[in-house]
């Protein structure tokens, strides 16, 4: 069974920054595109960020371009979400989640298979 865990989350202030991390456990990361989306209560979920399995190339969704970047360690089953210049409306909980690839339509249209629980992030002063 495929299981994901992000974890970073917390409370940072405006300008502030944050890693997440998505580990995997029970199968190998490295196979898999993984992509980030956010979900704030009463709100559609976004999608984020990805980066693919086969080259490490990536997407950004334009809310968090150049602010935020993706980046995957194979060695240690795991993939990162440096965010910076954090602001307000960044406040959501965020998912990793494994995906067929990566691309815009990836992230604009969810094409995910497995997330996990979330990692809260609240950027408040």
């Known amino acids: 069974q495929v299981q994901l865990v992000e974890s970073g989350g917390g409370l940072v202030q405006p300008g502030g920054s944050l890693r997440l991390s998505c580990e995997a456990s029970?199968?190998?990361?490295?196979?898999?595109?993984i992509g980030w989306f956010r979900q704030v209560p009463g709100k559609e979920r976004e999608g984020v960020s990805c980066?693919?399995?086969?080259?490490?190339?990536?997407y950004y969704g334009d809310s968090v371009k150049g602010r935020f970047t993706i980046s995957r360690n194979n060695r240690k089953n795991t993939v990162y979400l440096q965010m910076d210049s954090l602001e307000p409306a960044d406040t959501a909980v965020y998912y990793c989640?494994?995906?067929?690839?990566?691309?815009?339509?990836?992230?604009?249209?969810?094409?995910?298979?497995?997330w996990g629980q979330g990692t809260q992030v609240t950027v408040s002063s």
């Open positions: 980066i693919r399995s086969s080259d490490g190339s990536t």
């Open positions: 989640a494994t995906a067929t690839g990566c691309s815009e339509s990836v992230v604009k249209n969810f094409l995910y298979n497995y």
């Open positions: 029970r199968f190998a990361l490295d196979y898999y595109s």
